[in-house]
């Protein structure tokens, strides 16, 4: 299948999925309370802890996948690794399990700052979340096979028909069954251990079969211990350097302060809707470029996809930046709730930009195997967030700490790059910096500066300000591609061949 067909399936199952998710919040919030809601933060900061537990399996499931296309593994060999990996995830998801219904009761009790949600509710709530993470944990291992075997289509409509019905379920359990915190998570517990056959079931059916029955290989495992270790060293302190803030707000902060800044942190991670697809659909690719040291077809597909990003992210990220209270206004009609999210999102929204523009040169050093640099980095950038988040948020209070998420991103983007060119196409930096990404962004940062002179007055009208953002944004991915010969030249390829225009 074409790199245009996956781009464009994962947009649309992922993009689906994110947005379904979204959109019933505010109805979570109507039925269970901000309070509440702060408790599926902690779920939300849980969920990217994964990232951690899965010690590196994932990423590394997905490029081995990729690398068995492309003729370096055997079936019986790629079996074994699968079925290695599914044991030693089973086994950490049922210690992480046990280990959060453990400590439910001390989290809920000398952790969290709960008002009017009773410390045996909230750990209630904790003790089934656990399992929920330890499922989620699970299904990352079949998520990462299957971007590597390259079946997006599948994956992204079965995940779209699955996440509305994980979303939409909860929702009707709500309204028409049992409104309590405990309801959503039990509901969130069934539909996760369906969404595990699922998947596993297809990752089993799409691969060869082998001459023996798959078992587990100490073998397998240390053949890709050292490229695992190291993405599970970059994974740790990205973890630490994108969760931090969460866990400490969650002790600083009131549990219904904390809600607000959950919701802020969910409405700015739609920007990763934009970069999560092309990740996606791009790595696997480069792994392959990698393994044939295809050095002018890395360049090529390095700059076109780093600058779609930029094109697509840019409009949406200055939507948020410059009318965040509008935003949440037209999504949920709650002023208070704009009030009070609005200035947490307008920062987060900035540095979750920022963040974004470096996902395609971090999947370039992972298709090379090369993870030393983004280890280091992320040393330096823990030793420095950890420190200004304790001292700025006792001040500053939330605000503080998503200003910290964009100084911290803004590192990356000025010093990060740096040295990645010294190693990775060192010729392209220049490129990158003002074709891929400041050109653009300046396309759509004129045409959003310019609509705040014609943005509605105040929050009562969300027609207006539907219409408003719809045009605005609109009008900033105009100008955004305008401004981008690469994805312009490739928007209208795919014009012309869409139509049988010739060239």
């Not at 289509?153 to 079965?158: D, E, L």
């Not at 270790?229 to 630490?240: E, K, P, Q, S, Y």
């Not at 780093?306 to 939507?319: E, G, K, Y």
């Not at 009030?339 to 050093?365: C, D, E, K, R």
Request: proline share 4%.
């Amino acid at each position: 299948m074409s790199l245009r067909k996956d781009v464009l399936a994962n947009y649309l199952g992922q993009g689906w999925s994110a947005l379904i998710g979204i959109a019933f919040v505010p109805l979570y919030i109507k039925y269970l309370g901000v309070e509440s809601y702060g408790l599926i933060g902690i779920f939300m900061v849980m969920q990217g802890w994964l990232a951690l537990l899965d010690m590196g399996v994932t990423p590394t499931l997905n490029r081995e996948m990729a690398r068995f296309s492309a003729g370096a593994h055997s079936p019986q060999s790629i079996r074994d690794l699968l079925r290695s990996l599914e044991i030693l995830s089973l086994c950490i998801a049922a210690l992480v399990a046990v280990g959060l219904w453990a400590a439910s009761g001390w989290l809920a009790r000398d952790w969290l700052n709960s008002g009017a949600l009773p410390t045996p509710v909230v750990a209630q709530a904790i003790s089934i979340m656990a399992f929920v993470v330890a499922l989620r944990l699970i299904e990352g291992i079949y998520h990462g096979s299957l971007f590597g075997l390259q079946r997006q289509v599948w994956y992204n409509t079965t995940n779209a028909v699955l996440a509305t019905a994980r979303s939409g379920g909860a929702a009707a359990l709500l309204i028409w069954g049992s409104p309590t915190i405990q309801a959503f998570f039990l509901w969130q517990v069934c539909f996760s251990l369906f969404s595990v056959a699922v998947y596993a079931s297809k990752v089993h059916r799409t691969l060869p079969k082998s001459p023996r029955v798959p078992k587990f290989s100490r073998e397998a495992l240390a053949g890709i211990g050292r490229f695992a270790g190291g993405v599970m060293g970059i994974t740790f302190l990205a973890v630490l350097l994108t969760q931090i803030d969460k866990v400490l707000l969650s002790r600083l902060i009131t549990l219904e302060s904390f809600g607000y800044y959950a919701l802020a942190a969910a409405v700015a991670t739609v920007i990763y809707m934009v970069t999560g697809p092309i990740d996606n659909a791009i790595y696997p690719r480069m792994v392959k470029l990698a393994t044939q040291g295809d050095v002018d077809g890395l360049a090529a597909i390095y700059h076109q996809s780093a600058q779609l990003i930029t094109v697509l992210t840019a409009p949406a990220a200055l939507l948020l930046v410059f009318f965040a209270d509008g935003v949440v206004f037209m999504w949920s009609g709650n002023s208070a709730l704009a009030a009070n999210t609005g200035p947490i999102l307008s920062v987060l929204a900035l540095g979750t930009f920022l963040n974004g523009l470096m996902h395609i040169p971090y999947q370039l050093q992972l298709a090379h195997g090369w993870t030393r640099l983004a280890i280091k980095t992320n040393v330096v950038a823990v030793t420095v967030l950890i420190p200004a988040i304790l001292w700025v948020v006792p001040y500053y209070g939330a605000v503080g700490a998503a200003w910290v998420w964009v100084a911290l991103n803004s590192g990356y983007v000025l010093i990060h790059i740096q040295f990645m060119h010294q190693r990775l196409i060192p010729n392209e930096k220049s490129r990158w910096y003002f074709g891929d990404v400041l050109i653009p962004a300046v396309g759509a940062a004129s045409v959003v500066l310019l609509a705040q002179q014609f943005q509605p007055a105040s929050h009562q009208n969300r027609l207006a300000w539907l219409a408003f953002l719809i045009i605005t944004g609109c009008l900033a991915l105009v100008a955004s591609t305008a401004m981008a010969k690469r994805t312009r030249l490739l928007l209208l390829a795919a014009v012309r061949n869409a139509f049988h225009v010739p060239t």
